[in-house]
């Protein structure tokens, strides 16, 4: 199995930056993907950034130029630099994973999410 692990997140005014991580754990041979989802309450579930194992990254347009995605493929982590921060980037934060296990298996893991909060 694949554990996520999430850290940061929290309430900032709108114009300021917070710093989300990630470890991923576990059974691991290699990881194909790995990114960032949210859920605003109320709405749907939607990829913020997903950084791919060749090297390119997808940005959602909301956050482009204001969030950076940064991933270790050795120690197994992704980080997500949020600056320029606004009241609608308010919403649970989840760290997602493609792995490829040590049996061979490949599958999308989540982590338990994390509360952004930005104020007006």
């Known amino acids: 199995q694949v554990q996520l692990v999430e850290s940061g997140g929290g309430l900032v005014q709108a114009g300021g930056s917070l710093r989300l991580s990630c470890v991923a754990s576990g059974s691991i041979s290699r990881i194909e993907a790995m990114g960032w989802y949210r859920q605003a309450a109320g709405k749907q579930r939607e990829l913020v950034v997903v950084?791919?194992?060749?090297?390119?990254?997808n940005y959602v347009d909301s956050v482009k130029g204001r969030f950076t995605i940064s991933r270790d493929n050795v120690k197994n982590t992704v980080s997500l630099q949020m600056t320029s921060l606004k009241p609608e980037d308010t919403a649970v934060y989840y760290c997602?994973?493609?792995?490829?296990?040590?049996?061979?298996?490949?599958?999308?893991?989540w982590g338990q999410g994390t509360q952004v909060t930005v104020s007006s």
């Open positions: 950084s791919i194992s060749d090297g390119s990254t």
């Open positions: 997602y994973a493609v792995a490829v296990t040590d049996r061979g298996m490949t599958g999308k893991y």
